[in-house]
């Protein structure tokens, strides 16, 4: 089975400061990661890459059968060749409803004249509500999502990810401002998404990455410092270092 | 779920309302079709002043709803009276030219006709040649048609260039400020082909509608500006309702964001600039045969810098607002500045409106952005919310 995501020798220089250094990462179509790492080890640009935020220095991102270039697209032509994103801080447009906003993320044509002429239909609604339903929304649907509290934004974010319908989904620390019932909530929903499409998830909470059951990578200073089970990379001596020894 | 575009814009049937009602009121107070207690020039003012309302709709649109703040819209309104100034110009001459012809013995030939209509025209700025760029001035159909070919095509290629180099905010600002700027010095030039600081004038006179009086004339045309609102109104308030509508405001409130869902950015301002700009024409279109006189002036940079002003002072990302903005500042701003308004004696010092209606307007810009960021609009709704809870 080829890889869905292949990037490959990736460096990133900001003023000097190597964030991204000779990188090399890959996953599967049906995938479920976690990637862990300190503070600043360069997670959040791992996925600035991959989604055409941040352009790298050198290295080759690859995406799909037969692999296309991601370093040649616009960040709107990953979003839709199939790469969603969840923002490590929830950015939702908070002067819109919710219903708006999932419906905005709804994979459907996105050209402006398509936009104009769109009418959301009982299948597109039936989608909303489902999805809202799952992330514990339906009831708050017409509500502007500035008003929701932070765990909701966290939901919302995710529930447009899903909308989206993605091949791969890159979430950036899911859990914060989330109670224990809702992480465990998302625990079991990006479990069972990752059954039929790719999920890297970073996070920092280990009982989150431990409930996850899934192969972590451990990133330090830009690179990959291990890879395999938790169990296998918290026993790891130098990410032990890495953790505690700063 | 109920997601019509009137229910979610309700001040549409209300603005409908009251655009008729102002617009058959004046026809009955007016001299031409009712007790003449409403003089012509009154009437043209009312026209115009709805045109503005037209153009302060589009600001509303391309700034307070899409975030992209233009200081150039009123450059396309300028293009929009200059393209239709050009056939009423040339058609009316052209009549006046055959017909004074018409007495000589023998019939003047196409060429003689041309040429006569040349020297009327551009003798003014020492021509006497009718310059390649009127070449259609002779047929009403085109030249309505360069009314919007001409101002959209401007913004399309402005808007790519600037969209696709991700240009954006003040930097943005100040580049619609060039183009405008540089439209209007290039008119200012003698030999531009538009009669340069003369412009285009005796506009208000209607080839073919000579022997109707103005005070029909301007009826007719305040009825052809409430018609143009009211069509824009419904528009926009249409383009802003549906999802179209909320990829743009979201645009607006995080560009970098909604990238990342997929939506080209670019494309969807390149759409807006352009769409706002053709909107913009058409109100000049329809304003400068009211005015009567369309020169480079009307283009100049503070001329766009004003339209924004009373978007913000009406409170943009309202369509509402955009409207009383422009009404009543630009009606303001004729009082004050025609010398209607009376001088302010303070002993000291008398205060002459001509000059000082500018220190006021600045201030209360200023006061708006401090105090009412959502402008006048804005203080209204919060009026209704208080009364419905
Ligand atoms: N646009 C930028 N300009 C300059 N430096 C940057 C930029 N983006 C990231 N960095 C730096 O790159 C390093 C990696 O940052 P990144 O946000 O990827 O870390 P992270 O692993 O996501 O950390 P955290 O766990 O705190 O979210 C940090 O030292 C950060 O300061
Ligand atoms: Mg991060």
């Known amino acids: 089975m080829s890889a869905l995501l292949e990037v490959l020798g990736v460096s990133v220089t900001f003023d000097g400061f190597r964030a991204i250094n000779d990188l090399s990462f890959s996953i599967q179509p049906a995938e479920l990661r976690a990637i862990i790492g300190p503070n600043g080890a360069g997670k959040t640009t791992f996925m600035d890459i991959v989604t055409g935020k941040t352009r790298p220095d050198s290295g080759r991102v690859q995406f799909g059968t037969p692999p296309v270039d991601l370093l040649r697209l616009r960040e709107s032509d990953i979003a839709k060749i199939g790469i969603g994103r969840k923002f490590q801080r929830p950015t939702v447009f908070e002067a819109q409803t919710v219903f708006d906003n999932l419906s905005m993320a709804l994979k459907n044509e996105r050209s402006p004249f398509a936009a104009l002429g769109y009418k959301a239909d009982r299948r597109d609604i039936g989608r909303i509500e489902e999805i809202a339903a799952e992330i514990g929304l339906a009831d708050h649907l017409r509500r502007l999502s500035g008003e929701l509290s932070h765990g909701q934004k966290q939901w919302l974010e995710i529930g447009m990810l899903l909308a989206q319908d993605p091949q791969l989904l890159l979430v950036d620390e899911p859990a914060a401002g989330m109670t224990l019932g809702e992480r465990e909530h998302t625990t079991d929903l990006l479990v069972r998404t990752a059954k039929t499409r790719a999920v890297i998830v970073v996070e920092h909470d280990m009982e989150f990455v431990r409930r996850l059951a899934c192969p972590v990578t451990v990133l330090h200073e830009g690179s990959v410092l291990a890879e395999g089970s938790l169990s296998h990379v918290t026993a790891n001596p130098d990410v032990i270092e890495v953790y505690l020894g700063r | ?389």
């Not at chain 2, 045969?289 to 766009?304: F, H, R």
């Open chain 2, 1 to 389: 779920m109920k997601n019509t575009f009137l229910a979610r814009q309700p001040s549409v049937i209300v603005f409908i309302l009251v655009l008729a009602v102002i617009t058959l009121l004046a026809t009955v107070f007016s001299e031409a079709y009712g007790s003449g207690l409403l003089p012509t020039n009154y009437v043209k003012i009312l026209g115009k002043t709805l045109c503005l309302c037209l153009i302060a709709i589009a600001m509303d649109l391309v700034w307070g709803y899409c975030g992209i703040l233009s200081l150039g819209h009123f450059a396309f309104f300028g293009l929009g009276g200059y393209m239709i100034g050009m056939w009423l110009m040339y058609a009316r001459t052209e009549d006046i030219v055959i017909a004074s012809m018409s007495k000589a013995a023998l019939p003047p030939t196409p060429g003689e006709v041309r040429d006569a209509i040349g020297t009327q025209i551009f003798g003014v700025v020492g021509g006497s040649d009718v310059p390649v760029i009127w070449s259609f001035a002779h047929s009403l159909p085109i030249q309505l048609a360069l009314v919007v070919i001409v101002p959209g095509l401007l913004a399309l290629v402005f808007g790519w260039l600037a969209f696709r180099s991700r240009v954006t905010g003040v930097y943005l600002s100040i580049l619609t400020q060039a183009m405008t700027l540089a439209l209007s010095l290039y008119l200012f030039q003698n030999d531009s082909g538009l009669r340069g600081n003369n412009g285009l004038s005796g506009l208000q006179n209607i080839p073919g509608l000579t022997d109707i009086p103005q005070s029909v004339i301007s009826i007719w045309f305040m009825w052809g500006s409430a018609l143009a609102l009211g069509i824009g109104y419904v528009f926009a308030g249409w383009i802003v309702s549906g999802k179209f509508g909320n990829v743009v405001k979201a645009i607006r409130d995080d560009e970098a964001r909604i990238r990342f869902l997929g939506y080209s950015v670019e494309a969807y301002k390149l759409f807006i600039f352009t769409i706002t700009a053709v909107i913009a024409a058409i109100a000049g279109a329809i304003y400068y045969p009211q005015a009567g006189i369309v020169n480079p002036a009307e283009i100049a940079p503070i001329a766009s810098i004003y339209l924004a002003v009373w978007v913000a002072i009406g409170g943009r990302g309202r369509l509402y607002g955009a409207v009383i903005g422009a009404a009543l500042v630009s009606l303001l701003s004729s009082w004050f500045t025609g010398g209607q308004a009376p001088d302010l004696p303070l002993g000291f010092y008398t205060i002459k409106w001509v000059d000082w209606w500018q220190v006021l307007l600045g201030l209360s810009f200023v006061l708006v952005t401090l105090f009412a960021p959502r402008g006048i609009a804005g203080m209204f709704d919060r009026l209704v919310r208080k009364d419905a809870a």
